[in-house]
C-alpha cells in the first residue's frame, strides 16, 4: 500500500500549490468579469445597501492576493539550497528540542492573522444577517395600520431587509470556504518543509 501514497517533495508540492494557485486566481478573475457581464454585481450592490457585502468581497480579494504572495514565498523555502532551508537547519542542530516549535512558529506565524481575516468574513456575514432582520424588524413596528398601500411599502421595505441578510450571509459563507481551503493549503505546505528540514537535519555532535 505504501508504494501507491509516496510523498512529494516539498519543492514539488510547493510548485503544484503555486500553480494551483494561479489557475484558482485566473478562474476566480472570469468569474468576476462574467458576474459583471452579467450585471450580477451591480445586483449585489444594490441588493445590499449595508456595503458589508462589498466589503467581504473586497477582504477576500486582499487575502488572495496575499496567498498567491505567501505561496509563493514558501515555494523558495521549499527549495533545497535556499537560504531559509539552511538557517533553520543549523537552528535545529542548535536547539534540537525546541527546533520544532520555532520552526512552527516561522513557517506558520504569518498564517494566523490571516486566518483570523479568513474567519472574520464568515463573521461579518452574520453580522449582515442580524442588521437584515433587524430592518425587517423596524419596520413591521412602524406600522401604523393596515391600509393597503402602507403594506405594500412595509413589504418593500422588509424585501430589502431580507436582501441584505440572505446577500451577506452567502457571500460570506463562500468568502470563508474559499479563503480556508488557500490557507488550508499553504499550512500543508509548511507542514512539509518542516517536517523535510527536521528529518534532513544531520544530528547534533555530543557534547
Known amino acids: 500500500m505504501s508504494r501507491f501514497v509516496v ?6 508540492l510547493a510548485q503544484r500549490i503555486t500553480w494551483a494557485w494561479r489557475l484558482a486566481a485566473v478562474t476566480c478573475v472570469f468569474i468576476a468579469l462574467w458576474m459583471q457581464q452579467r450585471g ?4 449585489l450592490l444594490e441588493g445590499d445597501p449595508s456595503g458589508i457585502s462589498a466589503g467581504i468581497v473586497g477582504l477576500s480579494a486582499v487575502l488572495t492576493g496575499w496567498c498567491g504572495m505567501r505561496a509563493n514565498v514558501l515555494a523558495q ?3 533545497p539550497d535556499s537560504a531559509w532551508r539552511q538557517a533553520w537547519a543549523q537552528d535545529v542542530q542548535r536547539v534540537p528540542d525546541q527546533a520544532p516549535a520555532l520552526l512552527n512558529e516561522r513557517s506558520h506565524g504569518a ?24 430592518v425587517m ?19 418593500k421595505q422588509m424585501t430589502s431587509g431580507m436582501a441584505i441578510a440572505l446577500y451577506t450571509t452567502l457571500v460570506g459563507l463562500v468568502a470563508n470556504l474559499w479563503l480556508g481551503l488557500q490557507l488550508l493549503l ?8 518542516v517536517a523535510d528540514i527536521v528529518a534532513s537535519a544531520p544530528a547534533a555532535p555530543d557534547a
Open 137 to 155: 424588524s423596524a419596520q413591521i413596528g412602524r406600522m401604523p395600520g393596515f391600509d393597503l398601500d402602507q403594506v405594500q411599502t412595509m413589504l
Open 111 to 134: 498564517h494566523e492573522t490571516a486566518w483570523w481575516f479568513a474567519g472574520a468574513t464568515i463573521k461579518l456575514g452574520l453580522l449582515g444577517t442580524v442588521v437584515g432582520f433587524i
Open 186 to 193: 499553504l499550512d500543508r505546505l509548511a507542514d512539509r518543509i
Open 7 to 12: 510523498p512529494l517533495a516539498p519543492d514539488v
Open 40 to 43: 450580477l454585481w451591480a445586483a
Open 77 to 79: 523555502q521549499a527549495e
